[in-house]
């Protein structure tokens, strides 16, 4: 009997020797597809990253090198290029007006969050003599601040002779931002929207040329860039508790911007609206609205400076727009 038993157990023995092989290579087989997703991650990941602006202008028309490696580029892209690097070389020849002339330049970007102000002062600048051009960018008002006149402590940024001073976001925190989010009174927004167009009355009066830009972009396209700033590293310096509360405030600060253009449109200071949902097209009609108003030297045509009218917005139309469907908001643009 023991014998039986031994002869019967031998087949089990073998059974449980060729299971073996089986699992290590289902394990192996589990550990190179563990590889080629992880491979695949990472090429995922290297599809994302952009080329630098201006390089594939830049070297679209270079020879084929050892070391060099040939990059698939939309038609969009080259064209956006080569278009904001012709506008870039008039802003320069602009620049050397204002300061030949002791010209005062004064532009004010708003918007709501993450519609491209930031983008467009960037590209407005970046080869601009610094010397003659500044960013202004505050931060919130310090407890001596809050004492002054509201105006104080933009007036001191103003721009001198041959001076161009671009403000992302101004004075005008206290017509949108400040109201919705509660940090200032409704007496002293309504008391800012009366006294505001007197300011830039005095303002245009004295020889400043004054640009108003609001950009505009619709919810769907915001609530896409919050998202894209959570998740590029290089633009986690952009966010802020402030930005999530603007979807669920959006209606709230539609209605603000229906006021603040009611109150402060006017001809000697009207506001341009920038349609921002394509950022490169707010850029470069942005910069040929600047352009266009300027005489220097050596300047394009005026064809080459027309702007797009589903980009540029006059106020006034913005207001009638804003009247036609401020009780339907999900149709308007921004």
């Known amino acids: ?35 080629v997703d992880s491979k ?61 002339e002791g010209l005062r330049i004064m532009a004010l970007f708003e918007g709501r969050d993450a519609a491209g102000k930031g983008g467009t002062i960037k590209r407005i600048t970046e080869h601009l003599n610094p010397r003659g051009s500044r960013v202004v960018a505050l931060v919130a008002p310090s407890d001596k601040e809050r004492t002054q006149w509201y105006f104080q ?11 161009i001073v671009l403000f992302d976001r101004s004075w005008y925190n206290r017509a949108m931002v400040e109201p919705v989010m509660g940090f200032c009174t409704d007496e002293q927004n309504k008391r800012f929207l009366k006294d505001v167009p007197f300011l830039e009355e005095m303002i245009v009066k004295d020889g400043i040329i004054l640009f108003k830009f609001f950009f505009s972009v619709s919810k769907d396209m915001q609530l896409a860039r919050f998202d894209s700033r959570e998740t590029d590293p290089l633009k ?16 709230d600060y539609t209605v603000r911007k229906f006021q603040m253009l009611n109150e402060t449109n006017r001809t000697l200071a009207p506001w341009t609206i920038i349609r921002s949902d394509n950022k490169k097209l707010a850029r470069l009609n942005c910069i040929k609205t600047i352009l266009s108003k300027i005489d220097y030297e050596d300047k394009i045509s005026k064809k080459e400076l027309r702007v797009d009218p589903n980009i540029v917005v006059s106020g006034i139309d913005e207001i009638r727009h804003l009247e036609k469907y401020l009780l339907k908001p999900t149709e308007l643009p921004g």
């Open 153 to 163: 402590r933009y007036i001191y940024h103003f721009p001198s002779a041959g001076e």
């Open 236 to 251: 986690h310096f952009k966010i802020s508790p402030v930005d999530r509360m603007a979807q669920d405030l959006w209606d």
């Open 1 to 35: 009997m023991a014998k039986e038993n031994n002869k019967k157990s031998k087949p089990k023995n073998k059974k449980s020797k060729k299971s073996q092989p089986a699992l290590t290579k289902s394990k192996n087989a589990s550990k190179a597809k563990g590889k």
């Open 40 to 100: 695949d991650k990472r090429k995922k990941e290297k599809l994302k990253k952009k080329l630098s602006e201006h390089t594939a202008f830049k070297n679209k028309d270079k020879p084929k090198k050892k070391g060099r490696h040939a990059v698939w580029v939309k038609k969009f892209t080259l064209e956006y290029e080569d278009e904001l690097h012709k506008l870039q070389i008039e802003l320069l020849k602009m620049q050397k007006h204002v300061q030949n």
